[in-house]
């Protein structure tokens, strides 16, 4: 059997595979300082998100995470994995000895119980993080307190989406 081999500058003409999702495209990502700042969705006080993607059907989601404020952010379990890349400033986990440092990439796996902190001295971090399934947020002992998954992401948007003048609608921009 041979290979099919046609890579001519000649564009799919066939029917649509079923279900297949329409694309979805951000852009300006990386301006950090530039993009409108009605997308980013406050979360508490001196912490944001501004949604990538929500991941209904897979259960997850995309998103930049901004936090103006140096200590502990929270304490927390995850149900799925996590891929962070650090976009600005640097933070770690009490429980682990490295660093996620500005341009790095960090892996966080599923189960994984730890306690965020942003050092005096960064103004603004900005961390882009993929995370599938739950956050557990959890006392020292590990006892769940709260929970935050792409269901509860989506409420948050919605209402700040209504409330800067986007519409709750707007939200759908993002969601597959
Ligand atoms: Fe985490």
Redesign the pocket.
Same mark, same amino acid.
């Given at each position: 059997m041979t290979r099919p081999t046609d890579i001519s500058a000649v564009p799919y003409s066939g029917p649509p595979l079923h279900g297949v999702p329409d694309d979805l495209v951000v852009h300006g990502v990386l301006d950090i300082d530039n993009c409108d700042e009605r997308l980013w969705v406050p979360q508490t006080k001196d912490v944001w998100f501004r949604p990538l993607l929500f991941s209904v059907s897979q259960g997850y989601f995309v998103n930049l995470l901004r936090v103006r404020k140096s200590g502990i952010l929270s304490r927390?379990r $995850?149900t799925g994995p996590?891929h962070a890349t650090v976009l600005r400033g640097r933070w770690h *986990?009490l429980e682990h000895d490295w660093w996620a440092e500005e341009g790095g990439y960090a892996f966080?796996p599923p189960g994984?119980i $730890?306690t965020?902190e942003v050092p005096e001295g960064v103004e603004e971090m900005v961390t882009l993080f993929h995370v599938t399934g739950a *956050?557990i947020y959890v006392d020292p002992k590990g006892n769940a307190q709260a929970i935050e998954d792409v269901f509860s992401k989506i409420e948050l948007a919605k209402e700040h989406f209504e409330k800067v003048g986007l519409g709750a609608d707007y939200v759908n921009r993002f969601i597959r």
């Open positions: 927390h $995850h996590v *986990y966080e994984d $730890h965020l *956050y």
